[in-house]
């Protein structure tokens, strides 16, 4: 795999702040809890099906858009989770309240006085947080974080029937209610599911860009499925592909906000995309080492088209990359991933002109490509 290191001109963001205000509200609404991404992959479908020579959705629910290049022998695989954290419903009480099973990593300080919503058969079901009211704990309880086994629902019910009455079964998934929002006329986007709807609009915006246009290498845009729980979606994904080439879209933390160390890589948010070079989890050993002829090709297109990037290493954070990489005989596989502060929360927090430059580097990397 080459690229030619031309420069090409200068970055050209062509997406106005409000077509990716409308397009990150649509895609953050859905819900799509690991393991229930059907409407996530419904809308991906109706974004990516028309910008496409093919199409096809595999067992596990991963959606493939195929454009074709004019060398077929040279395959780059694109990749962004669609799935979110979540919840699933694994008891209901006598009197009515809802227990549940996390869905992905959670921090359990974050879930207080939150408002989530069931997704029923019947419809969505709002419901509130609860444990015990901080008058009560000892001193010792209030020390430690509250174990999300500790945590229920109030549905506003009184006995299991009515809670059973109103949809609420077992296995239902759960969601944080939160709508998307830019803050305050900024370009600062913030919503429940920007982990990894971003980089679902990333995929969009970037096929959308190279419509129409003719490049060497044929692309696979994979919407995957199950990154939250255990990378499992893309893996999959990737031995039907066999990629030559292959880039993990997603998000990663951002350092440019109070109470974090000195020593963290700032990754600012208005930077520009990060290039990863190496992310590890030690208790999974799962993990990704990027190849350097890849970073450095990155690099090079950003650098000659004066696209703002940033660096960054990860301890305890893996993306597909690490699945991507190992499946069938093996890819060379990169991660672009968009800062983002507060990830794993109800509030996750992006910025636009992020977005847009990831999609400028990701479509001049594609066309430079020989």
Request: one cysteine or more.
């Amino acid at each position: 795999m080459k690229t030619n290191p031309k420069s090409r001109g200068k970055s050209v963001r062509s997406v106005h702040m409000s077509e990716w205000d409308v397009l990150l509200r649509e895609l953050d609404e859905i819900p799509g809890v690991s393991g229930d991404e059907e409407r996530v992959a419904a809308y991906m479908r109706q974004k990516l099906l028309p910008l496409s020579n093919g199409h096809w959705e595999d067992a596990l629910g991963n959606q493939i858009f195929v454009k074709h290049g004019s060398r077929p022998d040279v395959k780059l695989m694109l990749s962004a989770h669609m799935d979110e954290i979540g919840f699933i419903v694994r008891h209901i009480d006598e009197n009515g309240f809802v227990y549940f099973h996390p869905v992905g990593y959670h921090d359990s300080r974050m879930l207080m006085n939150q408002v989530l919503t069931i997704h029923t058969e019947a419809g969505p079901r709002q419901a509130i947080t609860g444990t015990m009211p901080a008058h009560l704990l000892t001193a010792e309880m209030a020390r430690r974080s509250i174990p999300l086994a500790d945590i229920y629902l109030d549905l506003g019910t009184s006995s299991r029937a009515e809670t059973m009455a109103l949809g609420v079964q077992i296995g239902d998934m759960i969601t944080f209610e939160r709508k998307g929002t830019l803050l305050n006329g900024s370009k600062l986007f913030t919503g429940k599911a920007v982990d990894n709807r971003s980089s679902c609009a990333v995929l969009i915006e970037t096929m959308k860009r190279l419509s129409g246009k003719q490049v060497q290498p044929t692309i696979y845009a994979v919407a995957s499925v199950q990154e939250e729980v255990g990378l499992r979606g893309a893996g999959t994904a990737a031995f039907a592909i066999k990629p030559t080439v292959a880039i993990a879209i997603d998000v990663t933390f951002a350092g440019d906000s109070p109470a974090l160390p000195a020593t963290l890589p700032p990754m600012k948010l208005g930077g520009g995309p990060v290039i990863k070079y190496y992310d590890w989890t030690p208790d999974t050993g799962q993990g990704n080492n990027v190849p350097k002829s890849l970073t450095r090709q990155l690099v090079r297109t950003a650098e000659s088209l004066g696209i703002p990037y940033q660096h960054q290493t990860v301890l305890n954070g893996g993306t597909d990359a690490a699945t991507i990489s190992l499946a069938g005989a093996g890819a060379v596989t990169g991660i672009i991933s968009l800062p983002s502060r507060y990830i794993h929360s109800a509030t996750g927090c992006v910025h636009l002109d992020d977005l847009a430059y990831t999609v400028d580097l990701l479509t001049a990397f594609i066309e430079q490509m020989e």
